[in-house]
C-alpha cells in the first residue's frame, strides 16, 4: 500500500517469486509504477492498482495476504497554511487520503492470520503504531531504527507486526544509510543492489 512509483514491490521482487500488487491513489505514481514494472519486465508477477486503499479489503478480500507492506504518509495533515504548495508531495507526506489508523485496519483485515504488516514510518509516530497494532490485533514482533549516518539521530523506524502474534518485540540492529565517505553503507547496498 502507498506504493508511489513501485520501488517496494520491485525490490520485493528480487526476494520473492510470489505475485505481488502494489496500491497507489495518485494517479501520476500510479503510472510511474506501471511504467516501472513494464521496464523490468514484471508484469506477470507485479500488478499496481490505482484505487484508495481503503477500498482494497472489500476489493481484494479479508485475511487472505501473507504479507502487506505500506509506507504511508508520515505527518498528520497540517492547517492549510502550512501544508506543501505540491499537491503530490502533500498527499505523500501528509494524512490527507489515509490516515495511520487507516493503514493499520486495512492490514489487520487483509492479513491472514500469521500474516505480517512491515511498515515504514518516523520515530516520533512509533507508540502510537504500537496501540494501532494492537488495538487490530496485531502484534509488534521487530523494530529497527534507521539512521542517516553514524552521531545522527534516527530518523525513519522499521516496524513488522504479525496479525495473532504472541508478544516477543526484538529491537534488530541499527541500520546506517550513508558512511563517513557519504556513500551507501554495505548493508544498504545489499537491501538495494543485492550486493554481498
Request: contains cysteine; positive net charge; aromatic residues 6%.
Amino acid at each position: 500500500m502507498c506504493t508511489g512509483n513501485g520501488i517496494v514491490p520491485l525490490l520485493l521482487s528480487t526476494r520473492s517469486k510470489a505475485k505481488i500488487l502494489g496500491v497507489e491513489i495518485q494517479e501520476r505514481l500510479h503510472d510511474m509504477a506501471v511504467r516501472s514494472v513494464a521496464y523490468n519486465e514484471l508484469q506477470d508477477q507485479i500488478q499496481i492498482i490505482h484505487d484508495d486503499l481503503k477500498n482494497m479489503p472489500e476489493k481484494l478480500g479479508h485475511n487472505r495476504y501473507d504479507v502487506v507492506t505500506c509506507n504511508p504518509p508520515y505527518f498528520k495533515t497540517p492547517k492549510q497554511a502550512e501544508q506543501n504548495l505540491n499537491e503530490h508531495l502533500r498527499i505523500a507526506r501528509h494524512e490527507i487520503h489515509c490516515t495511520l489508523e487507516d493503514v493499520i485496519s486495512v492490514s489487520s483485515k487483509l492479513l491472514k492470520q500469521g500474516g505480517k504488516a512491515a511498515l515504514v514510518h518516523r520515530p516520533g509516530r512509533l507508540l502510537e503504531i504500537f496501540e494501532l497494532m494492537k488495538a487490530y490485533q496485531i502484534e509488534p514482533k521487530r523494530v529497527q531504527f534507521v539512521y542517516p549516518k553514524q552521531g545522527k539521530e534516527a530518523n525513519t523506524i522499521l516496524v513488522e507486526g504479525i496479525k495473532g502474534g504472541r508478544p516477543d518485540l526484538k529491537i534488530l540492529p541499527p541500520l546506517f544509510v550513508y558512511n563517513e565517505q557519504n556513500e551507501y553503507t554495505k548493508e544498504i547496498r545489499t537491501i538495494l543492489y543485492g550486493d554481498k
